[in-house]
């Protein structure tokens, strides 16, 4: 089975992603551009219809449905329809690389197809979808300077989209714990032969390291969209109990780390134990030539000198060694992550203080 094979086998696991890929023949860049224009003239369309294009409320006027319409939307229909090619790309990398010896390919793709096609999947992402909508048709309207409460086709045009785009995203996150799941299952008890000089400076394995930042700037974004609604709903909702928003940083964060180091874990695993069989190797050889050594005292200068010289020697590749890396990324890489991780939480934190001064200033 080749590589289109199984991208399309996994895509089938989904009606729409289906429908997008096999049928209409997108792109994941096509069909997030595709989505940009449709969301677009949905939301203008509806707001000439309902005469709320402009005013003090009007869709013109704010900033949040051009927000998700132009970057959120386009990107996470971008994202779920690479969600299901991203894997067996990975993979590819992997099998061809000098690194990971012996990927039974047949076997994965058996595993990937066990794991897409549970059906729990599609129900958790319909459920999830529903349940997203109807708080967001209910909770619209009490925003005070939001288009969405102007009237009742605004606040429903957005519930759809956000149906529509919720049922992707909850499928995307699905898709990428599979991901891992696969990943692991293929790195597993895998003998890794690391290259700790390679011109990557992830030992050879900067596919899975550029598959774990990629995953890890999706959820920055969707943190950055989250945050954004939560900053409306600060700043223009009437409650002042915001705990929930303790509970979506906590989210946020671990859905971060499990996507960045998720993929990473079995790599690090396999990266770790090559290093340790080298040190032990190095270890054995020098406890034998330090024996030999307390065994030839009564020896020449000369020989002692030589086998002294062979001891210092391993001891200094014992420590050359012992820097070796042990995961699949460089600093470089790690601060992209740590700085996409951070930015999201500015909003929420600007939310949190501007609220609070109100509150202090009415006081």
Not at 158 to 176: F, Q
Request: proline fraction near 4%; charge should be positive; include cysteine.
């Amino acid at each position: 089975m080749n590589r289109t094979q199984e991208e399309n086998n996994l895509c089938r696991s989904d009606a729409i992603a289906y429908l997008l890929l096999e049928k209409l023949h997108l792109f994941p860049l096509s069909a997030g551009l595709w989505s940009l224009a449709i969301v677009v003239i949905f939301d203008l369309l509806t707001a000439l219809a309902s005469n709320t294009l402009t005013g003090s409320r009007g869709l013109l006027q704010d900033p949040i449905p051009w927000i998700a319409a132009i970057l959120i939307n386009p990107v996470v229909v971008g994202y779920y329809l690479w969600s299901f090619q991203a894997i067996s790309s990975v993979i590819k990398n992997l099998d061809e690389s000098n690194v990971v010896i012996e990927i039974d390919r047949l076997r994965i793709e058996r595993i990937s197809s066990i794991l897409y096609y549970q059906k729990s999947r599609n129900f958790l992402a319909i459920i999830s979808a529903i349940s997203i909508s109807i708080y967001v048709f209910i909770t619209q309207p009490k925003l005070v300077k939001s288009w969405t409460s102007t009237g009742l086709l605004p606040n429903l045009t957005i519930t759809i989209v956000t149906l529509i785009v919720v049922y992707m995203g909850t499928m995307l996150i699905l898709n990428l714990i599979n991901n891992i799941q696969i990943l692991h299952r293929t790195l597993k008890n895998k003998k890794l032969n690391v290259n700790p000089l390679h011109p990557d400076r992830c030992g050879g394995l900067r596919p899975l390291s550029d598959y774990s930042l990629k995953t890890a700037y999706l959820i920055t974004l969707l943190g950055f969209w989250v945050s954004i609604i939560s900053y409306q709903t600060i700043t223009q909702g009437s409650k002042q109990d915001y705990w929930y928003i303790y509970f979506i940083v906590i989210l946020y964060i671990f859905l971060s780390l499990a996507c960045f180091f998720g993929p990473l874990l079995t790599a690090h695993r396999g990266m770790k134990k090559a290093k340790e069989d080298v040190l032990h190797e190095i270890a054995h050889q020098f406890q034998i030539d330090y024996s030999q050594i307390h065994s030839s005292l009564t020896e020449d200068a000369e020989t002692l000198k030589k086998r002294t010289e062979k001891v210092r020697e391993l001891r200094n590749l014992y420590t050359m060694t012992d820097e070796f890396p042990v995961w699949p990324f460089d600093v470089q890489t790690f601060r992209r992550y740590l700085l996409s991780v951070s930015t999201p939480l500015l909003s929420l934190l600007v939310g949190v203080l501007q609220k609070y001064l109100e509150i202090v200033m009415k006081k």
